[in-house]
């Protein structure tokens, strides 16, 4: 069976590959602030490019 996803999902899923490696690296051994949730990070509108507006932007400071 495969899954169905939106395109909007799909978008939002395809802009975390773009995160710093360092903000990738705190989700995953969940160092990450306390605030930021997989939801809110998805939900999260443009996220920058740059990796220092993506840490500021996140609160990876």
């Given at each position: 069976m495969i899954a169905e996803y939106?395109?909007?999902y799909l978008?939002?899923?395809t802009?975390?590959?773009y995160l710093a490696p360092d903000i990738i690296s705190a989700i995953i051994d969940a160092t990450k602030p306390v605030d930021q949730t997989g939801r809110k990070l998805l939900r999260t509108g443009s996220v920058p490019l740059n990796r220092t507006a993506q840490r500021e932007l996140l609160g990876f400071n």
């Amino acid at each position: 069976m495969i899954a169905e996803y939106s395109p909007r999902y799909l978008q939002q899923l395809t802009r975390l590959s773009y995160l710093a490696p360092d903000i990738i690296s705190a989700i995953i051994d969940a160092t990450k602030p306390v605030d930021q949730t997989g939801r809110k990070l998805l939900r999260t509108g443009s996220v920058p490019l740059n990796r220092t507006a993506q840490r500021e932007l996140l609160g990876f400071n």
